[in-house]
């Protein structure tokens, strides 16, 4: 398929203060856009320039919520180079996630390199202030106009560039969580692998109730029997104790994140055990009152790693500790050090942006 390009002609002003970035509220010059038709398949494949849609008010999307997304980033290297982190992965999961809502399948080497040329495009976006990047979303979602239909016929794939500041400014700095006994993200055999809207609106209420209790984080435990932890906030979570690292299996409920795949096999390749497993909340409170709690954060692409330093339990909490743990702050150092280019890069996890 061929990939058309439309540059503006009316270049916005790119933000110059890192601190005013945010996460997701300023987007760059372009974007990608491409519709699925039935029967003709994928088509219109584009980079224009960022502009609003114009789609029906009965498209299925604002009613049935048929949409899956992607989150990555662009980082800029010392160099000046411009490079990705494992986006094949991404590709990978977007096409799992399509599947699930029953979304039109995608060519991932078509919309990767279609990926890599609007980043190269907007590249002067990227920004350089430490800790700061260019987040990459793609999103899919259906566009047929039909309240009573519930296959999927047309679509449309689009992507947004968003220069953002470090997720969590002063740096690494442990968090408190709230345990939601009530609420429920995701169920096994429902949607919790994939990342879709509905998932997210779904965590809404519970996000808001702790937030207004002054938590950073809902941790989020299994829709069956509320006992085992999944996941915490929008991130995969893991737990050191008594020398090994815990994480929950994925069980269905989970969502596979890349940032949880890199840190296993980073943890694995220094040495450490990794447990990937079912991990009660009873199992979590007995470690840290036998003081087998070494340490805890949750990892994902907006935060890398968000260090955990109190989780409360029906009005029960249990304090970690206060600084940052040795095993989180190497794995974000790792991480952010792979990402940012100033480290070797032995997995062959960096996608660098080529220059047109
Ligand atoms: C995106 C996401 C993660 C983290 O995945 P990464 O690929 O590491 O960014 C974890 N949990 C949920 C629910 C997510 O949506």
Redesign the pocket.
């Known amino acids: 398929m061929e990939l058309k390009i439309q540059r503006t002609t009316a270049p916005a002003q790119k933000p110059s203060d890192p601190r005013t970035m945010g996460f997701g509220t300023i987007f760059t010059d372009h974007m990608f856009t491409m519709d699925y038709t039935p029967g003709q398949g994928w088509h219109d494949a584009a980079i224009v320039p960022l502009e609003d849609l114009k789609i029906h008010p009965g498209a299925a999307v604002f009613h049935y919520g048929a949409e899956v997304f992607e989150?990555m980033k662009a980082y800029r290297t010392a160099e000046g180079e411009i490079q990705l982190f494992r986006p094949w992965d991404?590709m990978q999961?977007m096409r799992d996630s399509a599947e699930r809502i029953q979304l039109p399948d995608f060519d991932p080497d078509f919309l990767l390199q279609a990926i890599l040329r609007l980043v190269d495009l907007d590249r002067d976006w990227v920004p350089e202030a430490p800790g700061t990047s260019l987040y990459i979303r793609p999103v899919e979602f259906c566009t047929d106009v039909d309240l009573g239909l519930h296959c999927i016929g047309s679509a449309k794939l689009l992507v947004l560039l968003s220069p953002v500041g470090a997720y969590l400014t002063g740096g690494l700095k442990p968090v408190d969580i709230l345990i939601e006994d009530t609420d429920v993200?995701a169920v096994r055999g429902g949607t919790g692998y994939t990342?879709c809207g509905g998932?997210y609106a779904a965590a809404n209420r519970a996000a808001a109730r702790a937030e207004e209790k002054g938590y950073a984080q809902v941790l989020w435990l299994d829709g069956v029997e509320r006992r085992y932890i999944e996941?915490v906030g929008?991130?995969?979570v893991m737990f050191k104790i008594d020398g090994k690292v815990v994480t929950p299996a994925l069980t269905g409920s989970v969502?596979p994140?890349?940032?949880?795949r890199s840190c296993i096999q980073l943890l694995r390749d220094k040495g450490y055990e990794v447990e990937e497993r079912l991990l009660s909340v009873e199992e979590l409170a007995a470690a840290l009152e036998a003081g087998k709690l070494e340490e805890a954060w949750g990892?994902?692409?907006?935060a890398v790693i968000s260090p955990i330093g109190k989780f409360c339990y029906q009005d029960k909490c249990y304090t970690i500790g206060e600084e940052n743990g040795p095993c989180a702050q190497w794995l974000y150092d790792t991480l952010t050090g792979i990402q940012w280019g100033r480290q070797a890069d032995p997995y062959g996890w960096v996608c660098k942006v080529p220059r047109a």
């Open positions: 989150g991404n999961r993200r990342k998932n996941e929008s991130m995969n969502l994140g890349v940032t949880r990892c994902g692409t907006a």
